[in-house]
């Protein structure tokens, strides 16, 4: 939450002319909610959700495209069982440059700062099992970052 999976997806996506997708916004417009009035019905009924629609999306896409995964999505064991690690690409970003980002926004589970910080500390090892990692580092651009993540995408052939 907060490592700019969205918009650096988008823009390697535009750059190797491939579909992008933010498995959040899929979400939203599937099922008529917002992501905050999903989680008001109770964490795991959005991961139920988020999982049902994360497969319908996996069983429809028959070219390579980039998904954005929310921040939840990757350390579920159903997901992990359904999607190889070697494609997955953790976006590493330093703890206090993510709370910059997410302070004062809608997140459900980004408004209380330390309750973030555990949280982040908690799915941290789990990220770490993605296949790959891409590691922003305070100071760099977003384009920057995103030249870098399309360099890493076409080095793992997953374009």
Do not use: C
């Amino acid at each position: 939450m907060g490592s700019g999976k969205t918009s650096l997806g988008r823009a390697a996506a535009a750059s190797l002319g491939t579909s992008f997708l933010d498995l959040d916004d899929e979400i939203e417009k599937r099922t008529g909610e917002s992501i905050r009035e999903l989680f008001a019905k109770g964490e795991t009924h959005f991961r139920v959700r988020e999982r049902e629609i994360l497969t319908r999306v996996l069983d429809a896409t028959s070219r390579p495209a980039i998904i954005a995964l929310g921040g939840g999505t990757w350390i579920q064991p159903e997901v992990q069982a359904r999607v190889p690690a070697s494609s997955v690409i953790f976006v590493d970003v330093p703890f206090e440059l993510l709370a910059s980002r997410v302070r004062n926004s809608a997140r459900p589970l980004a408004a209380d700062e330390q309750r973030f910080r555990e949280l982040y500390q908690t799915r941290l090892p789990l990220y770490r099992t993605a296949g790959t990692t891409l590691k922003i580092t305070q100071g760099e651009t977003p384009a920057e970052s995103a030249k870098r993540l399309v360099h890493l995408i076409q080095q793992l052939k997953l374009e």
